[in-house]
């Protein structure tokens, strides 16, 4: 069974860096037709693309967010790190791994993990 | 980046109705486009793949269809457990969402 698992602080204050931790279970982040992404969606709005990586490290950013995140993975503990740096009140949302599935050209993403609700406030 | 398009924004449709969504993009995606059901604070869940192709396990009323700019996901016949908010997504790099369309009970 594929499971992904968010974790990270519930609160953060504004300009501090965020960091969270998706652990996967049940694939292997090696594996050449999968990948991780974060999704996030603050209160009552829509889904929002923060960034992907594959398992022959190539990354992806959205680009209104670029300078702000850094994705990376260790394969070894099966874990996908998400910074994001500068936080602000704006930030604040539910925060969504998900495994990306590849097949050719064409990707979906499937499944996604619980999400984690992180707030930003001083 | 490519920007996609839902509408309506929101729904109101009663128990065995047909119901259409559309999703456009700002340009052709061949048919890199999924859509994905939300419920209520739930994550979201994938329906549908390229365009048209069914997710293992999804029931069979719904649908999808469209190539290029224009897509559609039909629900052929609206179900209780059916009323959520529905999501387009393309994956052209960077990947983008729609905006959500709520079908809600009329």
């Known amino acids: 069974q594929v499971t992904l698992k968010e974790s990270g602080p519930v609160l953060v204050k504004p300009t501090e860096t965020l960091t969270l931790t998706c652990t996967v279970s049940?694939?292997?982040?090696?594996?050449?037709?999968?990948?991780v992404s974060w999704v996030r969606q603050p209160p009552g709005k829509a889904l929002e693309w923060l960034a992907h990586?594959?398992?022959?490290?190539?990354?992806s950013y959205s680009t209104s967010l670029k300078s702000r995140l850094t994705i990376s993975k260790d394969t070894s503990k099966s874990q996908v790190v998400l910074n994001m740096t500068n936080m602000d009140p704006v930030d604040t949302g539910t925060y969504y791994c998900v495994r990306i599935q590849l097949w050719g050209a064409y990707k979906w993403f499937d499944p996604w993990g619980q999400g984690t609700l992180v707030t930003v406030s001083s | 980046d490519i920007q996609m398009t839902q509408s309506p924004s929101s729904l109101s449709a009663s128990v065995g109705d047909r119901v259409t969504i559309t999703c456009r993009a700002s340009q052709s995606i061949s048919s890199y486009l999924n859509w994905y059901q939300q419920k209520p604070g739930k994550a979201p869940e994938l329906l549908i793949f390229?365009?048209?192709s069914l997710q293992s396990a999804v029931p069979s009323r719904f649908s999808g269809s469209g190539s290029g700019t224009h897509f559609t996901l039909t629900i052929s016949s609206l179900q209780p457990e059916d009323f959520a908010t529905y999501y387009c997504q393309q994956t052209n790099s960077p990947v983008t969402f729609g905006q959500g369309t709520k079908v809600e009970i009329k």
């Open positions: 390229a365009a048209s």
């Open positions: 049940g694939f292997s982040l090696t594996n050449a037709r999968t990948g």
């Open positions: 990586i594959f398992s022959n490290d190539e990354k």
